[in-house]
């Protein structure tokens, strides 16, 4: 069955404190791995589709990777604006476009 | 308007209320989506419009009924509701093809049923 684990479910840090999130995930047939941040009562903003094992994407401070089990995404010199919560997806490849969300990492950067 | 809105924002509705939700897309997408969100679990796929045709169905209970006039606009209907059924409802939209299948989200509207 495919899964998708977040870790950690929240992550406080300082500002200009460096760190990763990871997403772990099972998938039979990995179309894409999708990261998303969301503000609080808004919906998700897309930030990274990844597709394959090596691939690495970055935007301003955020990197994401992706390996054969798991991403990560690399927070380096976090504002606190960077507050959010973090969603990681799959995409299964085939017929169907199904997204499969984790639970999300709440992050809080302190000033 | 540009990208994914929804309307209403909030809605409070009683349990034998009938109300729905709109969702529209200026994207030129060829897909749309509903997702319901609530606390501490992961987002839950509720229905997938492609080419205006509904292609799946996550075992939703037959009070939420979807609708897709249009490639640009989906509705929720939504009849005799449950206090478990409040949360955030979510709608996407993107372009099928076979290289890359982004979902783009609207800002959602809050459900609270009483």
């Known amino acids: 069955e495919d899964q998708v684990t977040q870790s950690p479910e929240a992550l406080r840090l300082q500002e200009g404190e460096s760190s990763s999130l990871n997403c772990s995930y099972t998938?039979?047939?990995?179309?894409?791995l999708f990261w998303y941040r969301q503000d609080p009562g808004k919906g998700p903003e897309f930030l990274f589709t990844?597709?394959?094992a090596g691939e690495e994407k970055e935007k301003e401070r955020l990197k994401a990777t992706l390996t054969k089990k798991e991403s990560f995404l690399h927070i380096t010199a976090p504002k606190p604006e960077d507050s959010a919560t973090y969603l990681c997806?799959?995409?299964?490849?085939?017929?169907?476009?199904?997204?499969?969300f984790g639970t999300g990492t709440l992050l809080a950067v302190q000033p | 308007e540009t990208g994914v809105t929804q309307t209403p924002r909030h809605l409070v509705m009683g349990m034998t209320n009938k109300k729905s939700l709109k969702c529209e897309q200026h994207?030129?997408?060829?897909?749309m989506y509903w997702y319901k969100q609530s606390a501490k679990k992961p987002l839950e796929l509720m229905f997938v419009?492609?080419?205006?045709?509904?292609?799946e169905n996550n075992s939703v209970p037959s009070r939420f009924s979807p609708e897709c006039p249009n490639s640009s606009h989906l509705f929720l209907h939504l009849h005799t509701l449950q206090p478990e059924d409040s949360a955030l409802y979510l709608c996407?939209?993107?372009?099928?093809?076979?290289?890359?299948?982004?979902?783009?989200f609207g800002p959602g509207t809050r459900l609270t049923v009483l």
């Open positions: 990844l597709y394959s």
């Open positions: 994207l030129g997408h060829n897909a």
């Open positions: 997806g799959l995409q299964r490849g085939g017929a169907t476009n199904k997204l499969i």
């Open positions: 996407a939209s993107s372009l099928r093809d076979r290289e890359t299948d982004t979902q783009y």
């Open positions: 419009y492609s080419l205006e045709e509904r292609v």
């Open positions: 998938v039979s047939g990995l179309r894409g």
